[in-house]
């Protein structure tokens, strides 16, 4: 789905559609499946708020480290469907631990999930940095 998101920012995306030239059936087949997919999610959302023990496995591993007072950091590649398992996944949890400080989600542009490109790396130990100093309230000033 993320290919789609990011062609409906492109006019020649619209322009192929326009022409006829896009293939339809994998238009409509990727939608179905991204409103099946936000329909399960909300299925699951309401399961884990009338019983959070039946919640899916990821949901339970991370209240399971947010109750050992752990912090989680994420780093998802924009191209990299990470974040949206996440939300799919574990939504209420998640966005509970995001409100709340204990999980921190950062989103790196113009990466795939093993960043493979150097400036995506770059970007990467750059927020990674930026996040260990904001946690540990390090000084990183030279003297």
């Known amino acids: 789905m ?3 998101k990011g062609a409906l920012r492109r006019p020649a995306s619209w322009l192929k559609l326009f022409r006829g030239d896009s293939d339809l059936r994998k238009i409509f087949g990727a ?3 991204f409103f099946i997919t ?9 399961k884990e708020i009338l019983s959070p023990h039946a919640s899916t496995r990821l949901s339970g591993d991370l209240r399971r480290l947010f109750a050992m007072q752990r912090r989680v950091t994420l780093f998802v590649a924009d191209g990299d469907p990470g974040r949206d398992i996440l939300m799919a996944e574990a939504r209420r949890t998640a966005l509970k631990a995001i409100k709340s400080g204990q999980m921190e989600v950062n989103m790196i542009p113009n990466a795939d999930h093993t960043f493979s490109w150097s400036h995506s790396r770059a970007e990467l130990v750059g927020k990674i940095a930026e996040s260990l100093v904001r946690r ?3 000084d990183v000033s030279t003297k």
Do not use: F
């Open 2 to 4: 993320s290919h789609y």
């Open 136 to 138: 540990y309230r390090l």
């Open 31 to 33: 939608l179905k499946s």
């Open 38 to 46: 936000k329909a399960n999610s909300i299925r699951i959302t309401v």
